[in-house]
């Protein structure tokens, strides 16, 4: 921990060594050792028991935080004609199919990207672009379909995608700093549910292995798996 700061050394004094907590307390001790100088993300790291080599123990999925990430969402839409319409009424930030030559060109501004069926033709030379960014549309994820007024709503609402990465671990956000412990504690469990509920069933034993919760620039606190059983 040499490489820390004093200040981050000052708040993982603050936790005791290797004790699980229940989740609200987990919530408010991240809270309590937040200590940066602006309002930190409160971020959720879940090690799941599958392997991610093989396709059949993917986890992946989408889940409505109550209480949303605290994060405006940048939403391009990609889409013509009525649907183009919609997603300007809904509230998309970038609505147009003239955006897949700007992100040819480049322009990667947005957080989300949905679009309509029709339009994915276009996009899937942009594959290699997107992808490594998480920006590809997915049906999986309701970011490919007709109904684009529903899908930017539920995006800006905090409406949010995970995918387990290569080390089996699920990463996310739950919420800012300046949240009431009931708003993270609230958000923390709805996706807690939504990844016991993308349980592969090909996975074997324990699954949920661990779950650490943190700020953007504080330590990680463990918390109780068994609070999520």
Known sequence: MSGHGKKYRAAVATLEPRRLHAPREAVEKVKAAAYAGFNESVDVAVRLGVDPKHADQIVRGTVSLPNGTGKQIRVLVIAQGDRAK?????????????????IKDGWLDADVIVATPDVMGQLGPLGKVLGPRGLMPNPKAGTVTMDVAKAVTELKAGKIEFRVDKSGIVHAPIGKRSFAPEELDQNLHAFMEAVVRAKPAAAKGHYIRSVTLSSTMGPGVPVDPAGFA
């Open 86 to 102: 919609e997603a300007e009424a809904a509230g998309a930030d970038f609505v147009g199919v003239e955006y897949v030559q700007k």
